[in-house]
């Protein structure tokens, strides 16, 4: 499975945005970039996910470089609800043998002081 | 809507029991996977559902681990001769097909003294 690599915590002020760093240098051609995060004592929750353009929905926006090689997730108002493990993950597109099973890795720990 | 819903939440188990964890999915997802995860860890890969059957379960740890999903919506994970090595969250996900996001539970933790 493709690797990611993530910083293992960050800290935001609420009401600030935040951009959570992923690096993903041996990515294929048909790997799509997922986010997941995980609030405390819950299961992870899907984010936002994308292939090459940058994609924004209500809870995020995904910054793709041009080579693929990294991405950023954008919260663009930090609240203390948002605090949680970020985990990037590398996804197989539709009809590979992985049958889209998540490889998580470490994730980002994200701080939200008030 | 529902949700995808785990029981228990909470299981204490003597070392040596076997346990069976309960997973709810979304009513009309395709696709059921189960995760494990460790304190401190992310969730590691079980193993993987198409309706009722089973064609990934290459992330199983032992032949201690066995997963079903008979009639093609609820599944259960049977773990035999549990040991303190077991000790974990058992994460349920679900979603409609491969390609799209997964649906997770709240998980049950296991806990084996």
């Known amino acids: 499975d493709a690797k990611t690599t993530q910083p293992n915590s960050m800290e935001s002020n609420e009401e600030e945005p935040v951009h959570l760093p992923c690096n993903h240098s041996?990515?294929?051609?048909?790997?799509?970039i997922h986010w997941y995060r995980q609030l405390p004592s819950q299961g992870p929750e899907y984010v936002i996910h994308?292939?090459?353009s940058n994609v924004n929905n209500r809870m995020a926006s995904l910054a793709i470089a041009e080579d693929r090689k990294s991405s950023t997730l954008i919260l663009h108002r930090a609240t203390l609800r948002d605090a949680a493990v970020y985990y990037c993950?590398?996804?197989?597109?539709?009809?590979?043998?992985?049958?889209?099973?998540?490889?998580f890795g470490q994730g980002t720990i994200l701080t939200v002081h008030p | 809507g529902a949700g995808v819903s785990q029981s228990p939440r909470y299981k204490v188990a003597k070392r040596g029991q076997d346990v069976a964890l309960r997973c709810d999915p979304i009513?009309?997802?395709?696709?059921l996977f189960w995760y494990q995860q460790a304190l401190g860890q992310g969730p590691e890969f079980l193993t993987y559902?198409?309706?009722?059957?089973?064609?990934?379960k290459s992330g199983l740890p032992s032949d201690r681990f066995f997963a079903e999903r008979p009639e093609g919506s609820v599944s259960t994970l049977k773990i035999q001769r549990t040991q303190q090595e077991d000790s974990a969250v058992y994460l349920c996900?679900?979603?409609?097909?491969?390609?799209?996001?997964?649906?997770f539970g709240p998980g049950t933790r296991l806990t084996v003294t």
């Open positions: 996900a679900s979603s409609f097909s491969t390609s799209y996001e997964q649906y």
């Open positions: 041996t990515i294929s051609g048909t790997d799509y």
């Open positions: 994308g292939l090459t």
């Open positions: 993950i590398l996804r197989e597109g539709a009809g590979g043998t992985s049958y889209g099973k998540l490889t």
């Open positions: 009513s009309g997802h395709v696709s």
């Open positions: 559902f198409q309706n009722e059957a089973q064609l990934d």
